[in-house]
């Protein structure tokens, strides 16, 4: 891709580092649309490299930036909110993921996001709605990966439910199929442990109805051509195409002997496993047949980021919902929310401040009590604890982390080292959000509509400078008060706040 073309802001590039292939796609929007321009895939097989503790061997990661390294010079040049670069299952399980994301991003020159389950599933089926023709009917949309494989039901592009298992091809293949024997009892111990895992959700998935099942993907895709390749596939894959596929897999007895047309040679190794997950999808969920779909998490990454170009953010729908849910009072929410923007407006330009850290501040000032419901006591801890562990659609789990460190740092003690876990530049700016944070929600602290004065808030050589207004404070004794212990909290963080 030539430099002018890297300068072209029309461009938009997304890549999924799956458990088994490192997929990307770059295309220039239109509108609403999107034309896809580039596409790249290679099999990486991160989650082969996983061990028994979840470590991801050296080996592994060598595929993987290897493979990032090509990746990288057609997306290096993009600006940053023109790519999405997502982490799946394997990199959700390692134990020393952190080790090849600091790697992968420095070779891509890009963050790297390491979605939750639920979230891969809900922007799967964004892929799909967006790339397949008919919203008027129900779907449930499966994608067997490499390490998990994701459910999502839902109708046009709003989803009802999304679930994500912890059953792959390649994982599947690991445990399974290690040694390539192909016979009817590894073939059943593989159908068996999917069936097993899939009682964790059916319950839940028959409460949804769907009518069309649609599957995406390379586990989807290969038994799709190889039935088509057998003159099977006229109404779609169905269990009797599965059946007949089971019987050729098992006849082989080995994989290197096993030969269909339609099958590339890169997932020879992987189709059992993958063929074994499918069918017990098909019979937990009495699938009658299922279409292919060439849409799935890299198209709805594209499509997610065209949604944000457009100020259409599922994460402040997510957040409207969890302040629902979780019964925060919405109306001092959205005044606190006002007055930390107005702060970080302020001070932005001077802190090298930037479009993200302002969302972030405002979902962290909307979310700050949502640990109330279940307890006065410490109940900025309980609202972190919330943030961090749930699943919030749209958040990768370094947004979740950080969103709950900023929840968690809103009151009390603010420790020197309260963000030390994170990566210099970044701990920088989240201790700085949290400090505005602080200002706002003590600006604001006795849930009074009374207009505040026309504050003004400088930064200066060892922290900031907030002005309130002749005599503002003498009448305000207990915001006073608050502005006195804050001052001396800042100050064991070696962070100076002055207030007049």
């Not at 040049?77 to 299952?89: C, F, K």
């Not at 028959?206 to 006229?234: D, E, R």
């Amino acid at each position: 891709m030539s430099r002018s073309e890297h300068n072209d802001q029309s461009l938009i590039a997304a890549i999924d580092l799956g458990s088994n292939s490192f997929h990307m796609i770059v295309a220039r929007q239109e509108g609403d649309e999107i034309r896809p321009i580039e596409r790249l895939g290679e099999k990486v097989q991160l989650a082969a490299g996983l061990d028994d503790q979840g470590v991801l061997s050296t080996e592994a990661m060598e595929r993987g930036l290897a493979c990032l390294s090509r990746f990288a010079q057609y997306v290096r040049g993009l600006p940053a909110q023109h790519i999405r670069v997502v982490g799946t299952n394997a990199l959700r399980i390692a134990t020393n993921a952190d080790e090849f994301l600091a790697a992968a991003e420095n070779v891509l020159g890009h963050a790297v996001d390491v979605i939750a389950g639920r979230e891969e599933a809900r922007l799967i089926f964004q892929g799909v709605a967006h790339t397949m023709a008919g919203q008027d009917e129900a779907r449930l949309v499966v994608d067997i990966g490499g390490g998990s494989t994701e459910f999502a039901i839902g109708k046009g592009f709003n989803t009802t439910l999304l679930e994500s298992l912890h059953m792959g091809c390649v994982v599947y293949t690991k445990r399974f199929f290690q040694e390539g024997l192909l016979s009817a009892q590894n073939f059943q111990a593989a159908y068996y442990a999917a069936r097993l895992e899939l009682l964790n959700i059916i319950e839940d998935c028959q409460q949804n109805a769907w009518s069309i099942a649609i599957g995406s993907s390379g586990t989807v895709k290969s038994i799709a051509f190889v039935l088509q390749g057998l003159g099977m596939t006229g109404s779609g894959i169905t269990l009797e195409g599965l059946e007949h596929l089971r019987r050729q897999v098992i006849a082989a007895g080995h994989v290197d002997n096993l030969s269909l047309p339609g099958l590339k040679p890169d997932r020879v190794g992987i189709f059992p496993a993958g063929l074994a997950i499918l069918m017990a999808v098909f019979e937990a969920f009495q699938i009658p047949k299922m279409a292919y779909s060439d849409g799935a998490l890299r198209e709805g990454l594209l499509y997610d980021m065209l949604g944000r170009f457009h100020h259409v953010d599922v994460r402040n729908k997510t957040v409207q919902a969890l302040m629902r849910r979780y019964h925060v009072d919405m109306k001092h929410a959205k005044r606190v929310c006002k007055h930390a923007i107005k702060c970080f407006d302020q001070v932005s330009k001077a802190w090298f401040l930037e479009a993200e850290d302002r969302q972030l501040l405002g979902w962290a000032a909307q979310l700050h009590e949502i640990g109330l419901d279940i307890s006065h006591a410490q109940f900025h801890k309980h609202g972190a604890y919330i943030i961090k562990h749930a699943d919030l659609l749209g958040f990768s789990r370094d947004d979740q982390l950080r969103l709950a460190m900023l929840v968690r740092c809103h009151r009390r003690a603010l420790s020197e080292d309260a963000f030390f876990d994170l990566v210099p530049g970044v701990a920088t700016r989240m201790n700085k959000l949290a400090i505005l944070l602080r200002i706002a929600i003590l600006l604001n602290h006795v849930r009074d509509d009374e207009l505040l004065p026309d504050y003004s808030l400088v930064p200066t050589s060892s922290g900031l400078s907030l002005t309130l207004g002749a005599g503002w404070l003498a009448e305000h004794p207990l915001t006073q008060a608050d502005f006195e212990q804050e001052q001396q909290y800042l100050t064991k963080a070696g962070f100076s706040l002055s207030v007049q």
